[in-house]
């Protein structure tokens, strides 16, 4: 997208918080490098059948390269205005992902997607999180939050309610979970308007 474009959909992810902070987590672009990616792939195979259960991309990402890969793909989209990709850190240490994309900028709407690793549930961590990516989402003009949800996922799906979210249609077998095979997909929305 070209930058007269940027300036009328008023949407320039470059312009974008890189760091968000809250009372007890700080969130913040990931950089595609040799440090982050040993660092994360560390995270996964120690989290991998946890993040697997609901995250089927895992089962992809085996090498330090393919998390390379992958970073390089989310920096990527920051210049082209689809989305970005933060860190969630407690006490400097990563303990999941969030991110949005799927930006539509005629309708201001975009998908939020997260992660956090096995240990980090229960602390409420992924609520802080979202509230405070959702914070500046808002600011930057966006009305409408998406989360797509697999059927089954009771953990999300209740980090939805609990965030406002309402459950706007049902997609009959529309994803796949390793836990739970096909399944329906369920999304929720908060509309900002």
């Known amino acids: 997208m070209s930058n007269p474009e940027r300036k009328n959909n008023m949407l320039d992810l470059r312009d974008f918080p890189k760091i968000i902070k809250t009372i007890r987590l700080v969130i913040k672009v990931i950089n595609a490098d ?10 996964i195979n120690a989290n991998r059948d946890y993040l697997e259960a609901f995250q089927g991309h895992f089962e992809y990402i085996r090498s330090q390269e393919d ?6 793909h989310y920096q990527s989209q920051i210049e082209k205005n689809q989305g970005m990709l933060f ?7 990563l303990i999941g992902r969030i991110r949005f994309y799927d930006i539509d900028t005629v309708a201001k709407s ?4 997260y992660w956090l690793i096995q240990s980090a549930n229960g602390h409420g961590y992924m609520t802080e999180a979202l509230g405070a990516l959702e914070k500046e989402l808002i600011k930057f ?24 979210y309402i459950l706007e249609k049902r997609l009959p077998m529309a994803s ?9 997909s369920l999304i929720y929305v908060k509309r900002l308007i």
Not at 35 to 43: E, H, P, R, T
Not at 67 to 72: D, F, H
Not at 110 to 113: H, K, L, N
């Open 34 to 43: 040799e440090v982050n990616a040993k660092m994360i792939l560390s995270i």
């Open 87 to 93: 860190g969630i850190y407690k006490d400097d240490k």
């Open 67 to 72: 998390v390379k890969r992958n970073l390089e």
């Open 110 to 113: 975009c998908e939020i997607g």
């Open 141 to 164: 003009g966006f009305k409408k939050l998406i989360l797509d949800i697999d059927d089954g996922n009771i953990r999300s799906e209740n980090l939805a309610k609990h965030n406002g």
């Open 176 to 184: 796949w979970a390793k836990c739970t095979g096909k399944c329906d």
